[in-house]
C-alpha cells in the first residue's frame, strides 16, 4: 500500500508539496511504501563521516570542473525485467570479497518503474554520455546547475548525520524520500534548504543559507 502524505505546516511555496519533510522527520517509525533495500553479503558500506567526505571531494571536483554533478550522480540502466531507468547514485559500497563497487540508486517514480532503493555493481549502470552512445539514450532529469545544488544540499545534510550519528535505516529513509522530482529549478532547491533544514530533526544544527538569486 503507498500512502500520500499532505503537510501544508511545512509549505514554503505553492508550487511544492514537499512531502520528504514530513515523511522523513515525522515521529520516527518505518513508513508503509519504503522497504530498506537488500544488501548484497559481504559488503562494506559509508559510514556518514565517509559518505561527507566524498561529498565534499565531489563538489571540489564539480567546481574544478573535473567532472560534472550529472555525470557523477546521474545513471542510466535497466531493472530485472529489462526496463530502462533512470536514477539517483545516493551512495557508495564495496565487496569485501573482490573490492567490486556498488551503487545504490534512487530510482524514479515513472514509466511503471516504483521510487524504489537498489544496490547495483557499478559497471551495470551508465553515465548519460555512455548511455547515448551506447544505447541511442537521450538524457533525461536534472540539469547540472540543479544536481549541483542538491549534491550541496545533501553535504550540509550529512555533515549532520556524523555529528548524530545517523543509523543505516535514516540515510535509506531520507534517500527514499527526498523529493528529486520536485526539483526542477536551482530556486526550487534553495526554496526547500530552510523548509528541510528547520524540521525538529535539525534543531540543535546550525545551516546558514545561501540568498535565492
Known sequence: MRISFVAPLFLSSMRHNYNAVLRVFAPPR??????????PPNVCIETNGEASIRIGRDLTLIANQQFSATGLYR??????????YWGYVVEWAFSEINDEPLMLMRLEERGGIEKTLHWVPRDSMYTFTQA??????????????????????????FEFA???????????????????????????????????????????FNFTFPECE
Open 30 to 39: 518505518m513508513h508503509d511504501d519504503f522497504f530498506l533495500p537488500l544488501l
Open 132 to 157: 547515448e552512445l551506447l544505447y541511442d539514450e537521450q538524457y533525461v532529469g536534472l540539469s547540472e546547475e540543479v544536481m549541483r545544488e542538491i549534491v550541496e544540499v545533501f553535504r550540509d545534510v
Open 75 to 84: 545513471r542510466f540502466g535497466f531493472d530485472e525485467d529489462g526496463r530502462p
Open 162 to 204: 556524523s555529528a548524530s550519528n545517523w543509523s543505516y535505516e535514516k540515510r535509506m529513509e531520507f534517500y527514499h524520500s527526498f523529493p528529486f522530482e520536485e526539483m526542477l529549478t536551482r530556486e526550487d532547491v534553495m526554496s526547500f534548504r530552510p523548509v528541510l533544514f528547520g524540521c525538529p530533526a535539525f534543531a540543535k
